[in-house]
């Protein structure tokens, strides 16, 4: 009984333990080009917002701890250092029912992030591209060009390192 | 030589260890209803995004830990508990240069709060209302009824607590 305890406790505590840490990320797939969700994404902080006209959407551009230094860095000129990731939360536009000129977010569309590796991901920019789609968050493509189709768009932002995205000011 | 070491070093130290804390936030004013500014609101994590046509602006609307962990509980009646603050950070449109079809934002507003308290703010629906203007977060008005103002507006908001924000989902 003893030795049953004392195999026993650890392992519930352990379990205990474990439980928070076990999040949903861990069943989420990772991107066909072997991106994986990155963990905790939700609680990272912001570096901007943005609402496109052309496709409806409203989103939240967060930053992993990399990211926010370089966009609150204050330089002349912004770098994205080796694993810096921009995630963008992304929503159809909806209509505040409490504020009929207040366009917020309805249906979650997708969570897409760029991971800077100038190396591994010499081909697209320098950057890793991948995108989840749902709150189930299921990998968007099976296409193993998903990655160029993405660059190819973000070819527009060529003169900001292929990053849309210019952090707002913060107080 | 020791003794001036000995106190020295500790002074030293202190000091070191003081600066990061000594953020801007310990100069900023108290709104005239002698609400602080909160310190570390940009590091704080996303409720929702909207942006009004009504007067040309988006915002971001964070949380402290506990509006987070109230507005993520994914229960039936969202309840905010005292201490929950929400705060926007507002923002006039822009266009983006890479993307016109996207709207950014611009120069910085105002940051704002609503500071969970049922029984210390009765008169305005159980909120703490202050908003700081631009960059430098001055208190944005010197009316000491300016909270009343608020409370005015946000009655368009009676059946969700005076709360115009709805959580946006999240995966």
Same mark, same amino acid.
């Given at each position: ?69 370089? !966009?609150?860095?204050?330089?002349? +000129? ?8 921009? /995630? #963008? %939360? ?61 660059? !190819?768009?973000?070819?527009?932002? +060529? ?8 952090? /707002? #000011? %913060?107080?």
């Amino acid at each position: 009984m003893k030795i049953y305890s004392k195999i026993f406790c650890p392992t519930v505590l352990c379990a205990l333990l474990y439980i928070p840490s076990v999040s949903h990320s861990q069943n989420i797939q990772a991107s066909v080009n072997n991106i994986d969700y990155p963990k905790g994404l939700t609680n990272w902080r912001v570096i901007s917002t943005s609402i496109r006209s052309d496709n409806n959407t409203q989103r939240v551009i967060l930053g992993n701890s990399i990211a926010i230094k370089a !966009a609150r860095a204050n330089s002349d +000129k912004l770098h994205w250092p080796k694993g810096a990731i921009l /995630a #963008k %939360l992304v929503w159809k536009n909806d209509t505040l029912a409490t504020w009929k000129a207040a366009t917020v977010p309805g249906d979650f569309v997708h969570a897409e992030i760029m991971l800077r590796d100038a190396r591994k991901y010499a081909t697209t920019g320098g950057w890793g591209f991948a995108r989840w789609s749902g709150l189930d968050l299921k990998p968007h493509s099976q296409d193993s060009n998903a990655a160029e189709t993405c660059f !190819a768009c973000h070819q527009a932002a +060529k003169g900001t390192d292929y990053v849309f995205t210019v952090p /707002a #000011k %913060l107080p």
